[in-house]
């Protein structure tokens, strides 16, 4: 990565893309058997939603499961049924009435343990595979799909197609992520923000006011601990993946663009009800969350194409409409200005524009872009400034190669969340008035931020998304729409975070040794109250004693008191703990201390944090930041549908509430779609190396991969470049 | 303490009582000017809960606030009134009927700063006081309480009488609180135990199937971080208090059972309702969450009293009647059998059965005594055993000296939490069909073992309290009860904690050095599935694949997988981690390394986690354990009033609505109660030393404590004895 400031440490660790040695290694996480059904056992469905089926049929030709191989050959004779419960097995083809598929064939590798892959020693595994493309089931109840393969074998699973509503309730639906915000980064930055005065707090957050709150379930499909793109996934298509697939199933295939796919909600608003699209993220617009609107690949590593996808939409093998959406703003230029990371070296600034998008460059040009048009801002390369670094330090902002147009210059003019939600809404109100709107506001940083450690950014960046939420809610009183939206906050997933207490920061300064430094520390009683809204302190911005700032917003008035937080993450890196803001940029806890570009063994950064104390780290030496973590999420909701977000779910859950306020059940095929009579339709082409020629529609893995025979997710070939998976 | 096992850790840890060298020493918590109120500003009363008034002031000698002070004397001259809104304010006695209460004088010292503990330089605080006892307010709304001292000096207290319901809704009320139970755990102890296939839980905890769900905050009212007495205080009263306190605010004086009292939940069910008390924990019964349903001292360490007042309630003052509990189960034998850490060295369970108690101890006896009488079962010394050590590792039963009535030998026959609360049940049921009760449920061990980083056994302690609320749903739905009984659980503070992958035990155990040993971890889509429901492996307990046991109890059927859960605090004491279950007893995590009793310098245990990698801590090295942290914790409710627990809110917020829904409001003062004609009473005895001489109600601290000007909360005099706080 070309970002070498400290600004661009969350930016160059979130691009890495990999594996970590350890455990729990799998021949492909949904199938355990030896024959792969996609969609897996379990799947739910919205009635009428739009899905691929893949099928694999796997040969390990060594390790602790070739024995259970006849022939030492896949088994190319399989066959697939489907039963609506009670009506009999079908054959696949007639079932949906779609026609017979070919044969595909691969191979990959993986290891079966840290031992294995230690020895080098991997597992060889030859692949037999169909694929049925854009198949949909619209009849709720129970439907038993059925592989058989090798004789005897079978693999069934279990779909259900729910009972949802094509009653509309809502008009709008607005879905606010705080990546990785778990309820302690709540917790926090609420008691960093707003004063107490005897146990009670004078002012609250926004999220606190919400008349409902639920508890989300963030695990993967087939791992208990999440990234963003398959959390992603399941809020917006109800359906759990693996991590780092986007709005598919992750097959073994080596094209990370063939995978079985599940229709989004953002497809379903635009070609269902004729709605607006909103994708507004601090992050590089490619990114996990923001992609994951209507992104179909395993990979979410590949940026480019994510890019053209949102403006063109997935078209190498038979899928549905997506006329681009009508806000997208966020950072990642890098994928925009011509370039070799961007898809095919294209200008998309062009590519959009010629597609009739207004395109802005800066905050100053987002106020004035008129909201009549559909609108791409991409404001930087990488993600946006955070708040600290955009309100208090603001030096930090001069980070060199950050121009949207690819220049030796900074981005100094960049919108906050804020400034990007507030205009997205108005051109969405504006445009769709009558059809109304799906809107996704990713709040990025908090979770990057927390990845480094650096814990008064990822708090701020929490309070800076209450503050979007506060100011969205008073847009929308204004404008009348407020009862017509259902408005949910979530988080994708957690990190393990926590508050303890408080820090003298000067006694520590003051000691001579660690276990010295130490002493600092206050527990219980003695954490005392936060001192970040000290009246008597001088306030960098803002003067009220409330911290309340003057258009409404809360953040603290002093980021840099001698009495600071405890707080901590649960597992991590080496690194050394001083408990100061970090004024010079984000932090970057760990580094290597050769200067070898290889060298992944990581100890605490020598820069960071003076006068500290050192930390040894919990995670692989290889990890050079905090990882996501188990804890379950908060889930805020108001709007028609508020209650239905009470009590426990899981991520997916959350999909098929909103989905049913909007009221995207179809209980009939479309009559007025010739390619969807009967009940799918499935013009595939199933070659995992015949794309589609269309410019627009090449998979960029066909172009870039190496043999299609050599790559795969668990690819041992790959192994020998393992790095640390950050996201 | 004289438990020297391991299965005793936990209780020698929580009966060490006093502070921590760390930061913001503070003179009096709520009081930060020189006149203090109590109530202090922003205190919150239910119509007619009684209350007692403090007023104090003070006079600091030296140090920072010395100046102010304008003769070097506390003024004994202050004034204090009462304005209902809008009404004019009247002095005290006028407002309240009461008479004039004669001045009390006393003086303390406390610490500034770390510097000046460390430089042994505390300042001197002369303290003026008067106190105004059993007073209270019956109309809603707002109330000016103004102190005027040194002349021209005021000290305001607003407070508010919230416009609570006197229409019961509910016949019963039942509080789970799972002490320290953040949602991290939950979440752990979910996957732990319940089976997932393709990412749908298969099961859920019976806390999932709640109806509505909410977000509690739990902090102090002087410091952000609480400990389980002030928190349970806020739970019971609606007033939040000080770390140590116990239905009282902590004030100055000497004497730790003279501090202003606030009327707790159970004393209004009992008086106002004439309904059923049950308290049951598994903790020793004087511990914090179970005392606070009636104890009125600021200090939680008077375990013999509290167990006095369990009985007799606290008479020294006016103060409330209190017939006892008709239901108290748990542990700390030792206050009960005749010995020195009785109350005056009686024997209480002959004064609780000359008071009509039937007395049980062990869990053949709890099974078989009558329904229709009141019980004390009190089961061991110290804590009950956990489950992990009562169901699994049963030689950890064999801790001498536990015996409940002081023996040499050890309590085996101990019964879980499940049987005291279906038993407890049965009896308040039996006893009040018609008036109904209010029952306190606390799985105490959650907090205590995750204090000494023992994993393991705070989450399978979670599934029992996960498996208590289950069967009492399960028994009041028999029983036709549920309907009419409010069941709300939560926890009363959290600890930061998660899990962030999963730990492959035998790699770990493989690798010779700790860097290396980092390796075995594997986070996110290497983290796997909880391996402790693998149906491959041989099961100790149960042997169904989901781990349901024959009875409906959900438990992990592995606990010593290979695969474990990489877990972990995110404030700790040195330690070692290898990430598998503790087979002997409870985990010591870090210990002295000299002989010396007073060693305060704790390294990790050189005999606990074998294998294991050395993690340096980051909490004070005088810290053995873990601490508390801020993150909200989770409310799960059902029945008449559930709707009122969705949304954010303070901890006291739980008392007013569980309150609410019982009807406890009380608009008028009783007219069959002579000495509460007028709005309140107050046959005062103001004097520290001059408690009532009724045998029952003599306040221990008087009878123990050093000349009454010498002790304090923040006693410098006490600090160079400095404990770690443990609870």
Redesign the interface.
């Known amino acids: 990565m070309r970002f070498s400031s400290s600004l661009a440490t969350s930016v160059a660790c979130s691009c890495l893309v990999g594996?970590?040695?350890?455990?729990?290694?799998?021949r492909l996480?949904?199938c355990p058997t030896l024959g792969c059904v996609f969609p897996?056992?379990?799947?739910d469905f919205l009635p009428g939603q739009y899905f691929d089926i893949r099928l694999e049929v796997h040969a390990p030709l060594n390790g602790s499961e070739a024995s259970l191989v006849p022939s030492g050959n896949p088994d190319t004779e399989f066959t697939f049924t489907i039963e609506k419960e009670g009506g009999g097995a079908v054959p696949v083809t007639q079932f949906f009435g779609v026609e017979e598929t070919e044969i595909e064939r691969w191979n990959f590798t993986y290891y079966e343990?840290?031992?294995t892959q230690t020895a080098e020693t991997p597992v060889f595994v030859d692949v037999a595979a169909k694929a049925y493309r854009k198949v949909a089931l619209y009849e709720p109840g129970n439907y038993i799909a059925t592989l058989n393969y090798y004789g005897d074998s079978q693999t069934v699973a279990n779909w259900t197609v729910r009972a949802g509503s094509n009653q509309r309730k809502a008009k709008n639906t607005i879905l606010f992520i705080g990546d990785g915000m778990?309820?302690?980064f709540?917790?926090?930055a609420?008691?960093m923000a707003h004063k107490?005065?005897?146990?009670?707090?004078q002012t609250?957050?926004a999220?606190?006011?919400?008349?409902?709150?639920?508890?989300q379930?963030t695990?993967?499909?087939?791992?208990?601990?999440?990234?963003s793109a398959n959390s992603a996934t399941?809020l917006n298509t109800g359906h759990?993946s693996?991590?780092?697939a986007l709005g598919v199933y992750a097959d073994s295939s080596p094209d990370t663009f063939d995978d079985p796919k599940v229709e989004t909600m953002a497809e379903m608003v635009q070609n269902l009800l004729g709605g607006g699209i909103g994708i507004i993220s601090t992050a590089y617009i490619a990114d996990a969350t923001p992609a994951a609107l209507n992104a179909h690949t395993r990979d979410r590593g590949e940026y480019a194409a994510i890019v053209d996808g949102f403006l063109n939409g997935y078209q190498n093998y038979s899928w549905v409409d997506w006329k681009g959406p009508d806000v997208l703003f966020g950072g990642g230029a890098e994928q925009f200005y011509p370039n070799e990371d961007s898809f095919l070296g294209r200008d998309y600034y062009a590519e959009f524009a010629n597609q009739g998008y207004n395109v802005v460059n800066n905050a100053t040009a987002l106020a004035q872009t008129p909201n009549d048009e559909r609108t791409l801002g991409i404001f930087t390369t990488g993600n946006l400034a955070v708040w600290l670094d955009r309100n208090i330090y603001t030096d930090n902002l001069n980070v060199s190669e950050t121009d949207p147009f690819g220049g030796e210059g900074a981005a100094i003019d960049q919108p906050g969340l804020k400034e990007m939600t507030l205009k997205g809404l108005e051109i969405l109100q504006t445009q769709y008035a009558d059809e109304g709107f799906f809107m996704m506001v990713e709040a990025a940083s908090i979770d990057k931020m927390m990845h480094v450690l650096d814990y008064d950014r990822a708090l701020t960046d929490t309070l800076e998304l209450d503050d979007v939420i506060r100011a969205t809610i008073e847009h929308l009183t204004r404008t009348g729409d407020l009862a017509d939206t259902q408005i949910v906050v979530t988080a994708d997933h957690?990190?393990?975070?926590?508050?303890?207490?408080?820090?003298?920061t000067v006694?520590l300064q003051?000691q001579d040794d660690?276990?010295m430094k130490?002493?600092?520390?206050?527990?219980?009683?003695?954490?005392?109250?936060?001192q970040y809204v000290n009246p008597n302190t001088s306030a960098p911005v803002g003067s009220d004693k409330n911290a309340v700032y003057p258009n409404g917003e809360v953040f603290p008035n002093n980021f840099d008191p001698r009495?600071t937080f405890?707080?901590?993450?649960?597992?991590f890196p080496d690194r050394r703990?001083n408990y100061i803001v970090h004024k010079d940029g984000p932090r970057t806890p760990a580094v290597p201390l050769t200067e070898d570009e290889d060298d992944e063994?990581y100890y605490a950064n020598p820069e960071d944090s003076p006068g500290g104390?050192?930390?040894?780290?919990?995670?692989?030496?290889?990890?050079p930041q905090g990882?996501?973590?188990?804890?379950?999420v908060?889930v805020f909701a108001m709007g028609p549908c508020q209650m239905d977000f009470?009590?426990?779910y899981?991520s997916?859950d959350i999909f098929f509430k909103m989905a049913d306020c909007m009221g995207l059940a179809r209980y009939e095929a479309p009559t007025n779609e010739a390619s969807n009579s009967g009940s799918s339709n499935s013009t595939s082409s199933n070659s995992a190396s015949s794309n589609s020629a269309s410019p627009n529609s090449v998979a960029p893995a066909a172009l870039n991969s190496a043999a299609p025979n050599s790559a795969a997710p668990n690819s041992a070939a790959s192994s020998n470049a393992a790095q640390w998976?950050t996201w």
Chains 1, 2 share one sequence.
Request: net charge negative; proline share 3%; hydrophobic share 40%.
């Open positions: 594996q970590v040695a350890a455990q729990t290694f799998r996480g949904t897996p056992d379990q799947a343990t840290l031992f778990a309820q302690s709540i917790t926090a609420r008691l107490i005065v005897n146990g009670k707090y609250t957050l999220m606190d006011k919400f008349p409902i709150t639920g508890i379930m695990h993967s499909i087939d791992s208990f601990i999440t990234d399941a759990k693996t991590v780092n957690g990190h393990g975070f926590d508050v303890m207490g408080s820090v003298d006694y003051a660690d276990r130490r002493g600092a520390v206050g527990t219980y009683e003695q954490s005392g109250l936060s009495y405890l707080q901590g993450a649960c597992a703990e063994d104390y050192i930390v040894n780290g919990t995670l692989p030496v290889g990890a990882v996501h973590s188990l804890v379950d908060s009470a009590g426990v899981n997916i998976q």
